[in-house]
């Protein structure tokens, strides 16, 4: 648990980890993506184009955007060949100087992950369910810190937004990833995409370093809606969970193993009791009335 962020010094930010912009293939300028982002509530965001040659190889400098109470991650969504099924990978980079070397003519999508992590980027595996990665895809990333378990435009142009599944097997192969959740926006007129998924970082700064670390250390969870308040061990296993009003909070673990509590009424406080879990790890799941989700970071036993 203690990697988890609650209970650390700090404040909650709220943050999109994945966006595009007319750099790539957006619909709104850099500087419209920043501005509609911050009058939506957010204190930060990543501007991360493709990093593609068809686009002149964009790492979007977004820092004249940055203002008192909303500032900018340098990132790019990061692409070479192949996967399992032949297609380019997706993967997310977090962080990465502007100085970046272009893609290799051979660099493969594993290398390039790791070429990005040692620029001290954090690295996601992208919208892994989209393109039917499969798990010895992911796996071959071993650069990647997290795996992007629901992204808003999958889940509105092709039905496929929610890669949790992913997360779940692996994490019962005991392989650690984090959970995020981003909108991957373009700001398309024919489908709402801004706005539906994102990141709430504890960090006692809301510096672009700070929210970096606090990113790599795993000190946030990923929302739709739903706050996840606090989540501590009391008398032996059982977990107590602070929430803003949702009906239905569960933890799943290996397996089929899970610990739930569902109401017709909504709750803010809720006590399970893990002691019958077998392995290793937890992952927090709530869910409000409207059906809109919230994740904790795994938690290890």
């Known amino acids: 648990m203690?990697?988890?962020?609650?209970?650390?010094p700090g404040r909650w930010f709220r943050g999109n980890l994945h966006t595009h912009s007319t750099n790539s293939d957006g619909k709104k300028s850099p500087a419209q993506v920043c501005a509609?982002?911050?009058?939506?509530?957010?204190?930060?965001?990543?501007?991360?184009?493709?990093?593609?040659?068809?686009?002149?190889?964009?790492?979007?400098?977004?820092?004249?955007?940055?203002?008192?109470?909303?500032?900018?991650?340098?990132?790019?969504?990061?692409?070479?060949?192949?996967?399992?099924?032949?297609?380019q990978w997706h993967i997310l980079a977090v962080g990465l100087p502007f100085d970046f070397a272009q893609t290799g003519r051979r660099e493969s999508g594993p290398k390039l992950a790791q070429r990005a992590r040692d620029a001290g980027a954090y690295v996601a595996a992208a919208h892994p369910a989209w393109y039917d990665l499969t798990d010895r895809d992911i796996l071959s990333l071993k650069a990647a810190h997290a795996i992007?378990?629901?992204?808003?435009?999958?889940?509105?142009?092709?039905?496929?937004?929610?890669?949790t599944g992913y997360l779940d097997r692996l994490l019962s192969q005991d392989h650690r990833y984090h959970a995020i959740a981003t909108d991957d926006a373009h700001s398309m007129s024919d489908a709402p995409d801004m706005g539906r998924n994102w990141v709430m970082v504890r960090s006692r700064r809301s510096?672009?370093?700070?929210?970096?670390?606090?990113?790599?250390?795993?000190?946030?969870?990923?929302?739709?809606?739903?706050?996840?308040?606090?989540?501590?061990f009391a008398r032996g296993r059982k977990l107590t969970v602070r929430t803003s009003p949702?009906?239905?909070?569960?933890?799943?673990?290996?397996?089929?193993?899970?610990?739930?509590?569902?109401?017709?009424?909504?709750?803010?406080?809720?006590?399970?009791d893990l002691s019958d879990f077998k392995g290793t790890y937890g992952r927090l799941t709530v869910t409000d009335k409207q059906g809109r989700r919230a994740?904790?970071?795994?938690?290890?036993?």
Not at 2 to 8: A, R
Not at 43 to 53: A, G, K, R, Y
Not at 153 to 158: I, Y
Not at 295 to 301: A, Q, R
């Open 36 to 87: 509609w982002y911050q009058r939506h509530g957010y204190d930060f965001i990543s501007l991360t184009d493709h990093f593609l040659e068809n686009y002149g190889w964009p790492i979007t400098d977004t820092t004249t955007f940055r203002t008192k109470g909303f500032t900018t991650i340098i990132g790019a969504e990061i692409h070479a060949p192949k996967t399992s099924l032949g297609g």
């Open 207 to 232: 510096d672009p370093a700070s929210l970096l670390a606090a990113l790599h250390s795993g000190s946030f969870y990923a929302s739709q809606g739903p706050n996840i308040l606090d989540m501590k």
């Open 148 to 163: 992007e378990i629901f992204n808003t435009t999958c889940s509105v142009h092709n039905g496929k937004g929610d890669s």
């Open 295 to 301: 994740w904790s970071n795994p938690f290890y036993l």
């Open 246 to 272: 949702v009906r239905s909070v569960y933890v799943s673990g290996r397996s089929s193993m899970s610990a739930y509590f569902n109401a017709r009424r909504d709750v803010t406080s809720t006590v399970l």
């Open 2 to 8: 203690k990697s988890l962020p609650f209970g650390k």
